[in-house]
């Protein structure tokens, strides 16, 4: 059984930088493909990166650029780093495995 726990979350102004962290437990994690999402208030959940198993990367139009996904699978980490954050990013963002979400960690980009 997998976990995820988020932390990292808070508040910042435009173009700023915020580094999420999700801390998993289990087994197996390093051939998992892992990823963020967020949700904004009365939106839908939605895809901001993924890196697999081996570290290959994919984002979100919206957040290429600007965030960094990685992982560290000895210590079964995974990062989301945000820079140049805009409000439009504002949202509840969720550490992903395809056998479990974490709690969610609020980000707030506001002046």
């Known amino acids: 059984q997998v976990q995820l726990v988020e932390s990292g979350g808070g508040l910042v102004q435009p173009g700023g930088s915020l580094r999420l962290s999700c801390a998993a437990s289990?087994?197996?994690?390093?051939?998992?493909?892992m990823g963020w999402y967020r949700q904004a208030p009365g939106k839908q959940r939605e895809l901001v990166a993924t890196?697999?198993?081996?570290?290959?990367?994919n984002y979100a139009d919206s957040v290429q650029g600007r965030f960094t996904i990685s992982r560290d699978n000895a210590k079964k980490m995974v990062y989301l780093q945000m820079n140049s954050l805009k409000p439009e990013d504002t949202a509840v963002y969720y550490c992903?495995?395809?056998?479990?979400w974490g709690q969610g960690t609020q980000v707030t980009v506001s002046s």
């Open positions: 992903w495995a395809p056998v479990a």
């Open positions: 289990g087994s197996f994690f390093s051939i998992y493909t």
């Open positions: 890196i697999t198993g081996g570290g290959a990367t």
